[in-house]
């Protein structure tokens, strides 16, 4: 079993230098890649009556749309490179979702894009790479 | 009134416009008269009393119906309470599934049905009626109450409808269609047609209505009285926004913003309270005794218990049904966890934060005595009591607020006003399922009902209090009664979910996951 590195991704140019990192990493190692994609969600979030009754049907189409539109086109294009490969995606708070999944597969080392953030929004609400350098069980490496 | 139609007829807003206030004013009356002749016969039959007494037989349906399901789970409100806790915080919760509706969002969204006037002015007419001792009997429905909401949204999960798209309906038209054939009970399909009728008109009432008409006396006492119909245009013209315009951002804003008002209400309450620390004991004193004398209110203690009966039962809803149909979106393998979280609703909705109302506004001697005997004094009509500046309903509980922090009535109108939209938001929906439950779905009649659901908002604002608050009653109460009756031929259904629940529990089949 080959060495894996997990990488955030979401379609941002920060996620896509994060991953075009990743890549040459996995590359001149001849690690395997997990392209994680995380869509923030709190069981703890208020929706009203009607997005109760329809929210298994969103959160079908959303997973459907994150594998069609995302994640398919950047497992093949993976591929095609040489790497190998697998993708994931989940619901749940994006840091601490990206450390279990870095948990879970075993992997080595874990590899984010940031936003470039640094104003009020940040500061209220914390950042994902910023976060995960607390939470993180193994090395994060964040990408500018 | 041949006139009036005259008027429609040739452009009523022209002539309004030339007639000012007093065509204004006549526009309430007229609504008011209409609407109060229209509904009399429905309100007398609901709250018809007993041959020979002056006990409201719906009221007494509500209480036998939670103390046989209390008494049939044996005590499963308290037996389950701590379990019930766990369930919300996701200790149970397969991380595989997050992205679904959790327990606590159909909490939540449940709550902010339910939580809204009934907690802020219903409690105050209660309170305003049946003096102190009502509180005694609100605290005691809450806790019963439990027990009924426990049965229909267990009930309310185990025979929902899920479609091939992925979207849910459930709620009392389904499990007493499909719960009654499984039972090899006729008539099930009846009750559902009846309880569908009786949601669209509690709906338009006790979910509309009433919350128009409340949220308009907290704008007027706030900005100077003025006519109600223009709150009620205003008002119906944002809930056709999100409704019908799908203008969910306005909703997402709300459901985000009615949390923390809630909150902040009852931290609100209790600084009052602890700032009144030496009349607690006094307060609770007038609550008991009341409770069993009346403490001269008009009906003496059965008028006490009947207000206090009524008003939970309003504020919660628990036997309504209504709450099955929010509940019934979680994403639950057993049935039996969402009726477990669901009795958390009557007791955070009537146990606690009714009972702030009910204290502050003791606590604060809104509610004026006799200094000789300690009987609380009637005004004119000997129906209500007197209170320090002759306010009652919501008015009555902001009087009650802003006497301890000056300016809180303005807090408070923000608040009942974000309540009562969110609360005609969850109504709504309610009565939409019940209305596509009976037309069958589809954008056509869906939108109808939308229409004739923002029209009553209009109608709601413009009446007086008194025939809304009847009709808003009655048509709640009337689901109460389709719904009991049949959650006594399907407890034996929760029965069984409830034991095969308890020993996998306990055998450690179901886990937890944190």
């Known amino acids: 079993m080959s060495e894996k590195i997990v990488v955030g991704y979401d379609d941002s140019e920060a996620s896509k230098n994060a991953l075009a990192f990743a890549v040459d990493l996995a590359k ?4 395997a890649v997990v392209v994680a994609h995380v869509l923030e969600w709190s069981p703890y979030s208020f929706l009203t009556p009607e997005e109760l009754a329809e929210r298994h049907a969103r959160r079908k189409e959303e997973l459907e749309r994150a594998e069609e539109a995302l994640l398919a086109p950047v497992r093949s294009e993976l591929s095609a490179a040489g790497v190998e490969v697998e993708t994931t995606s989940r619901y749940g708070h994006i840091a601490e979702t990206l450390a279990t999944i870095a948990t879970e597969t075993g992997a080595k080392q874990l590899i984010v894009g940031r936003t470039g953030q640094s104003g009020l929004s940040s500061r209220i609400f914390g950042s994902v790479a910023g976060t995960l350098a607390q939470v993180s069980t193994v090395p994060v490496t964040i990408v500018p | 009134m041949k006139n009036a139609i005259k008027a429609g007829a040739l452009g009523l807003p022209l002539s309004l416009a030339a007639a000012g206030p007093a065509a204004a004013q006549s526009i309430d009356e007229t609504v008011n008269q209409i609407f109060a002749s229209s509904t009399g016969w429905f309100v007398s ?5 007993f041959p020979g007494t002056s006990f409201p037989w719906i009221v007494m349906w509500l209480v036998v119906a939670a103390t046989v399901f209390t008494l049939y789970f044996a005590f499963i409100q308290f037996r389950a309470f701590p379990h019930s806790i766990a369930l919300v915080r996701g200790d149970y919760s397969d991380p595989n599934d997050a992205g679904e509706v959790s327990h606590f969002q159909a909490l939540a969204t449940a709550l902010s049905g339910t939580v809204g006037l009934g907690n802020i002015a219903g409690v105050a007419v209660a309170v305003g009626i049946g003096g102190p001792g009502a509180t005694f009997w609100m605290i005691l429905a ?7 909401k426990f049965t229909e949204c267990t009930l309310g999960v185990k025979y929902r409808n899920e479609y091939e798209d992925g979207t849910v309906s459930g709620g009392p038209m389904y499990y007493l269609t499909k719960g009654f054939d499984e039972r090899g009970l006729p008539a099930g399909k009846f009750l559902a047609v009846m309880f569908s009728i009786f949601c669209i008109l509690g709906a338009l009432g006790g979910g509309n209505m009433f919350q128009a008409n409340q ?9 100077g009285d003025y006519p109600g119909w223009i709150s009620g245009v205003i008002f119906a013209a944002i809930v056709f926004a999100v409704i019908v315009g799908g203008l969910k951002s306005i909703a997402r804003v709300t459901e985000k913003v009615v949390p923390f008002m809630g909150i902040l209400y009852v931290v609100t309450a209790l600084v009052i309270i602890l700032m009144n620390a030496d009349k607690i004991g006094w307060a609770f004193g007038q ?12 009906g003496g203690m059965v008028g006490a218990l009947i207000q206090g009966f009524k008003r939970a039962a309003f504020s919660n809803e628990a036997g309504v049904g209504s709450a099955a149909i929010a509940h019934s979106a979680v994403r639950t393998k057993e049935p039996i966890t969402e009726g477990f979280v ?5 007791f955070i909705d009537t146990v606690v934060i009714c009972t702030m109302t009910a204290l502050v506004i003791i606590i604060t001697g809104q509610l004026v005595a006799d200094p000789n005997t300690g009987l609380y004094l009637l005004d004119e009509g000997a129906s209500t009591i007197q209170t320090v500046d002759g306010n009652k309903g919501v008015a009555l509980t902001s009087a009650a607020f802003s006497s301890a922090f000056g ?3 303005y807090v408070l109108a923000i608040a009942v006003i974000l309540f009562a939209f ?8 309610y009565g939409l399922k019940a209305w596509t439950f009976l037309f069958g779905e589809g954008k056509t009649t869906e939108i109808i009902f939308k229409v004739i659901f923002c029209i009553f908002i209009v109608i709601g604002a413009a009446a007086n209090l008194g025939p809304v608050i009847d009709f808003s009653d009655a048509a709640i109460f009337a689901m109460a009664v389709v719904n009991i009756f049949g959650l006594y031929f399907l407890i034996p259904i929760v029965k069984a979910e409830l034991n095969s629940y308890l020993s996998r529990l306990k055998s450690g089949e179901i886990k937890k996951f944190v």
């Open chain 2, 407 to 409: 300016g809180f009535q």
């Open chain 2, 342 to 346: 669901s009795l958390l609703e009557p």
């Open chain 1, 28 to 31: 001149a190692r001849g690690c």
């Open chain 2, 142 to 148: 809450g806790l019963l109450g439990m027990a009924s």
């Open chain 2, 422 to 429: 969110s609360t005609m938001i969850s109504w709504s929906y």
């Open chain 2, 45 to 49: 039959l609901i709250f018809s009393n």
């Open chain 2, 215 to 223: 949220a308009h006396a907290q704008l007027s006492g706030v900005l």
């Open chain 2, 287 to 298: 609550i008991f005794d009341g409770a069993f004398t009346g403490l001269g209110v008009a």
